[in-house]
């Protein structure tokens, strides 16, 4: 069974963020893919202290929340990674697992560990945003830290789905035909791994 992990990098449970990857996620759920949610306000992630304690090890020092969230990153096959904007960057919340991943970035890079290389198991990223305003460059910066997240972690990059112009919590159910894309790009995830 396809192995969907969707993380909820917003800290407003029941905002424009979590209504929309809850639509992807359930269009995954409808397509027979098994789906976990991480809400990563519900964690506790330390910011990365940049000790390089995992150049030898693949291994990050900090024992907190990340360590039940690695392999859970290992074991999908699709991430949908979700954000909003926050000056023009993914959250804190969603930076902090981010840079956390320089564990795995070492694995992979310095330690050349196949499973994370070229023979190693592919899987898909997917990112999805939503911003207040309505500049053509606000989703610029989110979308490339999700891209070289999702490099370091064996996704291949596969799209985003962003919204501008959202702003109030819940505003997102205003776009009732952005709400149905989302539900689609969850099916079409799934359906196009399946094959
Ligand atoms: C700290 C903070 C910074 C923000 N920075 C931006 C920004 O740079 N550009 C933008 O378009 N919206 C910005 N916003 C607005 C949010 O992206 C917007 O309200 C979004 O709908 C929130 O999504 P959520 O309901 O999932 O939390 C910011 C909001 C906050 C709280």
Same mark, same amino acid.
């Given at each position: /069974? +396809?192995?969907?992990?969707?993380?909820? !990098?917003?800290?407003? %449970?029941? &905002?424009?963020?979590?209504?929309?990857?809850?639509? #992807?996620?359930?269009?995954?759920? &409808? @397509?027979?893919?098994?789906?976990?949610?991480?809400?990563?306000?519900?964690?506790? =992630?330390?910011?990365?202290?940049?000790?390089?304690?995992?150049? $030898?090890?693949? $291994?990050?020092? +900090?024992?907190?929340? /990340?360590?039940?969230?690695?392999?859970?990153?290992?074991?999908?096959?699709?991430?949908?990674?979700?954000?909003?904007?926050?000056?023009? *960057? #993914?959250?804190?919340?969603?930076?902090?697992?981010?840079?956390?991943?320089?564990?795995?970035?070492?694995?992979?890079?310095? =330690?050349?560990?196949?499973?994370?290389?070229?023979? *190693?198991?592919?899987?898909?990223?997917?990112?999805?945003?939503?911003?207040?305003?309505?500049?053509?460059?606000?989703? @610029? *910066?989110?979308?490339?830290?999700?891209?070289?997240?999702?490099?370091?972690?064996?996704?291949?990059?596969? !799209?985003? =789905?962003?919204?501008?112009? #959202?702003? *109030?919590?819940?505003?997102?159910?205003?776009?009732?035909?952005?709400?149905?894309?989302?539900? @689609?790009?969850? %099916?079409?995830? #799934?359906?196009? $791994?399946?094959?």
């Amino acid at each position: /069974m +396809i192995k969907v992990l969707g993380i909820f !990098g917003s800290p407003r %449970r029941g &905002g424009n963020t979590e209504l929309l990857l809850e639509e #992807v996620l359930k269009g995954a759920e &409808g @397509e027979g893919a098994a789906v976990e949610r991480i809400y990563l306000s519900d964690y506790t =992630l330390t910011p990365c202290k940049e000790c390089h304690g995992c150049d $030898q090890t693949g $291994q990050c020092v +900090i024992l907190d929340d /990340m360590e039940s969230i690695y392999p859970k990153l290992l074991e999908s096959d699709i991430i949908v990674l979700a954000s909003p904007i926050f000056f023009y *960057g #993914v959250t804190a919340w969603a930076k902090a697992l981010i840079d956390r991943s320089q564990a795995l970035w070492a694995k992979k890079y310095l =330690l050349k560990d196949p499973s994370l290389g070229k023979e *190693g198991k592919r899987r898909k990223g997917f990112f999805v945003s939503v911003g207040a305003t309505k500049g053509p460059k606000v989703f @610029e *910066g989110a979308i490339l830290t999700a891209k070289y997240f999702f490099d370091t972690v064996n996704a291949d990059y596969v !799209g985003e =789905l962003v919204v501008r112009g #959202v702003d *109030g919590k819940g505003e997102i159910l205003q776009h009732p035909e952005t709400l149905r894309q989302a539900y @689609e790009s969850g %099916r079409r995830l #799934v359906k196009e $791994q399946e094959r």
